[in-house]
């Protein structure tokens, strides 16, 4: 099995809990600070050796092409100010040997099928699987994890968490089995969304996957699941049956910015934790949390 050089971001999403917000502009174009959150997901992808990116779009995300396009316009009038810079910053979004290829999801039949729209480019490949609602952070971030897992273990893999028991209904769960001894968990099944009462674990499978290509045949050859979609869950959950499913620990923190509370928790945490903004941005929370404790003890 040839080394990981592929990923795969399907962002046809509508994403309808940020409305009116995206009524026009894309989710994955939503800033944390000054950076879209799909280019955190980009560049977490480039730090791990990935040289393709393929992006599963929707008729109403062209403005994610336009983003990672060149802007020659912008750029030259940033020269002319004199704002070398910040040209390079815009120039360098996808660095030189990085290409972007953008496949079209007809009509938004599921996460499965978003991974299939994306066969013919990824061709007999293996690949990983980037949402870009799940922002990572950390030394270590996930998909250079299953990169180096996968060289060790060319199968497909996730990349799991331990969350809360009233959690485990918001996530696809594993049905864990060994754990070997090179940390790597042997995968049973993926339960999609159990009760608390009926989950297998608390192990919950988030937007990082590596995969073999072997994984557009059972895509292929899915019913319609929940919400008459395509999942890629039920994929996840046959191909475990048969033995050819790890997963390995995320060792970065999580911030689910498919969320408001979630993308509101990754702005706090980022500007905290930037050199430019953490000073005055902790003294502005500072102020506004004396503020509430002094209008709370008038009350």
Do not use: W
Request: aromatic residues 6%.
């Amino acid at each position: 099995m040839p080394a990981i050089t592929k990923a795969v971001f399907p962002v046809a999403g509508l994403g309808t809990r940020f409305l009116p917000a995206t009524k026009a502009m894309p989710k994955e174009l939503l800033p944390i600070i000054d950076k879209p959150i799909v280019q955190y997901a980009v560049e977490e992808a480039i730090a791990a050796g990935i040289t393709e990116l393929i992006f599963v779009t929707g008729r109403n995300k062209r403005a994610v092409g336009d983003h990672f396009d060149a802007n020659l316009e912008l750029e030259n009038q940033l020269m002319a100010k004199g704002k070398e810079d910040v040209r390079d910053m815009v120039r360098n979004i996808v660095p030189p040997g990085v290409a972007c290829i953008f496949v079209r999801q007809p009509e938004p039949l599921g996460l499965g099928h978003a991974v299939l729209c994306a066969a013919p480019a990824v061709g007999n490949n293996p690949f990983v699987v980037l949402l870009a609602d799940d922002l990572m952070q950390g030394e270590v971030l996930p998909t250079q994890a299953l990169v180096d897992a996968f060289e060790r273990r060319p199968q497909t893999l996730l990349s799991v968490s331990e969350v809360a028991l009233e959690e485990v209904s918001k996530y696809g769960i594993l049905r864990p089995g060994k754990t070997g001894s090179d940390g790597m968990i042997a995968v049973e099944g993926l339960v999609e969304k159990p009760q608390p009462d009926a989950a297998p674990s608390r192990m919950a499978s988030f937007g990082r996957y590596a995969f073999t290509p072997e994984v557009f045949e059972f895509l292929r050859n899915l019913k319609p699941g929940a919400g008459g979609e395509i999942q890629l869950a039920d994929a996840i959950d046959q191909m475990a049956a048969q033995g050819k499913v790890s997963a390995i620990v995320n060792p970065s923190h999580r911030y689910d910015c498919g969320s408001k509370f979630g993308y509101l928790t990754a702005i706090v945490d980022f500007a905290l934790n930037d050199p430019e903004y953490h000073d005055r941005f902790s003294g502005l929370i500072r102020d506004r949390l004396s503020k509430l404790d002094g209008a709370a003890k008038a009350g």
